[in-house]
């Protein structure tokens, strides 16, 4: 089956402690992106990825990090969290090199607390 | 599951009647068009897309409209079912955003039996 896979689904965390978030595709997509949706304020791009090695920002990249070491895989790292960093965190793939010209496949999403 | 508890402004439908949500989009250099439906607990899903070459486009049961000089695009759904009702985000993109991918903030379908 064609899918996006996140983990952890739900997490809760302290100020300050390291985490990453992994995302996984089995389509082949060379588009990988990660968004993060907050009441009010819709969906909004954190980072990017148009193939192996080869990231970018979108709109809110700050105290994000992000791989893309194999095709599959895009993690999002959290080198440390803090409480504005709560939110629902959603990893998506597409296999449209220009990235969004295809239809984008989203994966379940990830509810991130940070205390 | 997850919910977003977003204040979204929401549209009301009688089951079978025709729905269209609006969306106001804010880069008129803007190229590409995509309408997402979001169901409690899930991800986007990819319902129809337009460019902006396109003022009209068609899938099933669903049609985009663009309207490129007000900068509105729009999601009619023909003969609503109770299976429609979720969350519709539109988004845009294009070269001069570099491709990054800006949604609005939603309108919350509510399909009435």
């Known amino acids: 089956e064609a899918q996006v896979t996140q983990n952890p689904r739900y997490l809760i965390t302290v100020t300050g402690k390291k985490l990453t978030v992994t995302c996984s595709q089995n389509m082949n997509h060379e588009y990988m992106s990660w968004y993060r949706q907050d009441p009010g304020l819709g969906l909004r791009q954190i980072y990017y990825s148009m193939n192996v090695e080869v990231t970018d920002k979108g709109d809110v990249p700050e105290g994000y990090k992000v791989s893309r070491k194999e095709k599959r895989n895009f993690p999002l790292i959290l080198e440390s969290p803090s409480p504005n960093q709560t939110s629902l965190y959603f990893c998506?793939?597409?296999?449209?090199?220009?990235?969004?010209?295809?239809?984008?496949?989203f994966g379940p999403g990830t509810r991130l607390t940070v205390t | 599951g997850e919910s977003v508890g977003l204040h979204l402004p929401t549209l009301s439908v009688q089951e079978g009647d025709n729905s269209i949500i609006n969306c106001a989009y804010s880069?008129?250099?803007?190229?590409?068009f995509i309408w997402y439906k979001q169901e409690s607990g899930k991800g986007p899903q990819f319902i129809i897309d337009?460019?902006?070459?396109?003022d009209k486009r068609q899938g099933q049961r669903v049609t985009v409209l663009l309207n490129k000089t007000v900068k509105h695009l729009s999601l009619q759904i023909a003969a609503t079912q109770p299976g429609d009702s979720a969350v519709y985000f539109c988004?845009?993109?294009?070269?001069?955003?570099?491709?990054?991918?800006?949604f609005g903030s939603g309108t919350r379908l509510l399909v009435r039996p």
């Open positions: 988004a845009e993109t294009g070269m001069d955003s570099s491709y990054k991918l800006i």
């Open positions: 998506a793939s597409s296999s449209s090199i220009a990235g969004l010209r295809g239809e984008q496949y």
């Open positions: 337009i460019r902006s070459n396109m």
């Open positions: 880069n008129s250099a803007s190229d590409y």
